[in-house]
C-alpha cells in the first residue's frame, strides 16, 4: 500500500511539473514586457536592489533562494511582513502597490522554471519561520513542492493563523489534483483582482 502511494505521489508531481513548465512558457511572452518597467519604478522609488533574495523552506525543508521585486526598505527586517510593528515604515513608496497587485512576486517565474516552486502548493516559509516550519513537517505537508499560490492564500493569507495555514496546507496536500490546482489558481486571480486578504 505504501508503495502504491509513493509511485502515486511520483507521479502527481511529474505531472505538476510538465503543467508548470508549459505554463510558465504560456506567459512568459505576455509578463515579459511589464518586467523592466517594474525594475525601473523599484531602482527608483528607493535605494537597494532591483530584486530580493530570500531564504525560504522548500520541499523536504531544503532552504532555497527566493527573488521578489524589492516592495521594502533595504534594512528592512528579515521577518513575515505581518509580524512587523508597524510595517508599513518598512515599504517603499511603491511597496504597497507591488504587494497588494502580487506584481512583486513576477520573478519567482524563474524559481518555478528551476524547479524550486510550483504554481501551486503551500507558499515557502521563511528559514526563521521555526513554528510554521515544524507544525508542516509534522503532517508532511514539508514534502510538497511551495507554491506561487495555495490553499491557504486563498482563504485568508495574511489573516490566517499559523495553525490555520497549515490545516489549509494539510486539506491541499490530501486534496491535490489537478482540477484543484486550476481551481485554486481561478481563485487567486480574482483575490488579485480584489486585492483581499493581504494585510500589507
Do not use: C
Amino acid at each position: 500500500m505504501l508503495l502504491i502511494l509513493e509511485h502515486t505521489f511520483v507521479i502527481l508531481m511529474s505531472i505538476k511539473f510538465f503543467f508548470d513548465l508549459i505554463l510558465v512558457l504560456i506567459l512568459i511572452p505576455f509578463l515579459m514586457p511589464m518586467i523592466p518597467g517594474i525594475a525601473i519604478m523599484v531602482r527608483l522609488s528607493s535605494p537597494g536592489p532591483i530584486i530580493y533574495w530570500s531564504d525560504r523552506v522548500g520541499r523536504g525543508n531544503r532552504v532555497f533562494k527566493m527573488p521578489k521585486f524589492r516592495s521594502m526598505r533595504a534594512d528592512a527586517p528579515t521577518v513575515a511582513t505581518h509580524l512587523l510593528q508597524n510595517p508599513d515604515k518598512w515599504l517603499t513608496p511603491i511597496g504597497d502597490f507591488l504587494r497588494r497587485s502580487s506584481l512583486d512576486e513576477l520573478p519567482q517565474l524563474w524559481s518555478v522554471l528551476k524547479g524550486d516552486l510550483s504554481f501551486v502548493g503551500p507558499r515557502p516559509a521563511l528559514f526563521n519561520q521555526a513554528e510554521l516550519i515544524a507544525l508542516r513537517t509534522q503532517v508532511g505537508v514539508n514534502e510538497l513542492l511551495p507554491g506561487l499560490t495555495g490553499w491557504a492564500q486563498v482563504n485568508g493569507r495574511d489573516e490566517l493563523s499559523i495553525p490555520q495555514k497549515v490545516q489549509f496546507d494539510l486539506e491541499y496536500l490530501q486534496q491535490r489534483s489537478l482540477i484543484f490546482d486550476l481551481k485554486i489558481m481561478w481563485l487567486t486571480l480574482l483575490k488579485v483582482f480584489r486585492r483581499d486578504g493581504v494585510s500589507h
